[in-house]
């Protein structure tokens, strides 16, 4: 795995492949990248922003829209060896202080969260995980997105998820197993 493009484009990331995480693979990455810069129908760049990166696995999305501009990435993920490979990959790449690091469960951050408020929120529960819509709707309640933002949701492509209680879906696109959802908070 790598970074596509930005500061910090071709350095590598440090990745693990077990039963609980997944690594999002760099031509999905790339391709969620171009929506957002290309599509009409996504207004926000990524220059300046602030990601969440939920169940952000080793961060690769995360790590990514740092080097593409990024003020600042938060990344919670409960697994702890997806962590240690996550704290290792901030070291290596020199960006620990555009980063907080959140090893709890994604629901316990948004319940206690300090009411930050990002645009860019990036979703990637285990495709197993039925339950991360509960997420969506702290989200939405504790309103922690600002005016101008963006979810991107990666999910398995023949899984159907009622979300309609909790975005607008903008966009959705198949890449193999992943389908990538592009929404935003109604």
Request: hydrophobic residues 40%; contains cysteine; charged residues 25%.
């Amino acid at each position: 795995m790598r970074i596509i493009s930005g500061k910090l484009k071709g350095k590598s990331i440090n990745f693990l492949k077990n039963s609980t995480t997944r690594p999002l693979k760099d031509s999905v990455k790339e391709n969620i990248f171009n929506i957002l810069e290309h599509s009409n129908l996504i207004k926000i760049g990524i220059k300046d922003t602030s990601i969440l990166d939920l169940y952000s696995g080793v961060g690769s999305f995360g790590l990514e829209c740092i080097s593409r501009g990024a003020k600042k990435a938060t990344f919670v993920e409960s697994d702890n060896i997806a962590v240690k490979v996550l704290r290792e990959n901030l070291a290596k790449l020199g960006i620990a202080n555009q980063t907080n690091l959140n090893n709890v469960k994604v629901e316990n951050f948004l319940i206690k969260n300090n009411m930050e408020k990002y645009n860019i929120f990036f979703l990637d529960p285990p495709f197993v995980n039925q339950d991360f819509t509960k997420n969506l709707a702290l989200i939405k309640k504790n309103k922690i997105f600002e005016n101008k933002h963006i979810v991107i949701i990666h999910r398995e492509h023949n899984v159907i998820d009622n979300l309609g209680d909790y975005v607008n879906t903008l966009v959705v696109k198949n890449y193999g197993r992943s389908k990538i959802i592009f929404a935003t908070f109604n």
